[in-house]
């Protein structure tokens, strides 16, 4: 899995988010393999994109080599609230469609995590279905997963103050 290019790779490395692994195939032969950061965006192995470059969905805010984590957690933030509106989001675990609007029912409800562990990722999960999700993620190998590339979504019309904002993102623990 290596659909990043040399930028956005080097700012991934430069952040710690990508993992490396190092294969022994044939006697002699030493393959690495790099894994970059994905985003879930359904329950599936399957269900995983590579984490979009801003540049390439028209990020109105800062450019990449300007952003620490927390400026490309408020971009992936958006991004994904764009793709919700898309419904192209189902949650992490029960894979129910993830829907648009500030005045959910309760089941409905949802939050937005970033995972740092051997897997790097983002993913949207019910609030009733995040604690079934920490015991999925434990351990889970990102080698294992097939990313393809993420859909295009199209941020250039955010307003400098949605592009600064910090997101609502959390963490599992
Ligand atoms: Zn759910």
């Excluded at 030493?30 to 399957?46: M, Q, W």
């Excluded at 800062?62 to 509106?85: H, I, K, S, T």
């Excluded at 790097?120 to 019910?126: G, I, K």
Aim: net charge negative.
């Amino acid at each position: 899995m290596s659909a990043a290019p040399d930028e956005l790779r080097e700012w991934f490395d430069r952040e710690g988010l990508t993992r490396r692994l190092i294969e022994y195939s044939e006697p002699g032969e030493i393959v690495e393999r790099i894994c970059d950061p994905l985003i879930a965006l359904g329950p599936g192995d399957n269900d995983f994109v590579h984490a979009p470059n801003p540049a390439a969905c028209g990020w109105p805010g800062a450019p990449l080599f300007a952003m620490a984590l927390d400026d490309y957690n408020v971009f992936l933030f958006r991004w994904l609230e764009a793709a919700v509106r898309l419904d192209l989001v189902r949650c992490a675990h029960c894979g129910k469609l993830i829907l648009d609007g500030d005045d959910l029912p309760d089941p409905d409800t949802w939050d937005a995590i970033f995972i740092e562990k051997e897997l790097v990722a983002w993913m949207l999960v019910h609030f009733d279905c995040k604690r079934w999700l920490a015991k999925k993620l434990k351990g889970m190998q990102p080698f294992d997963l097939s990313a393809s590339l993420p859909p295009a979504i199209d941020l250039s019309a955010l307003t400098p103050d949605e592009t600064e904002r910090p997101p609502d993102v959390g963490t599992l623990d």
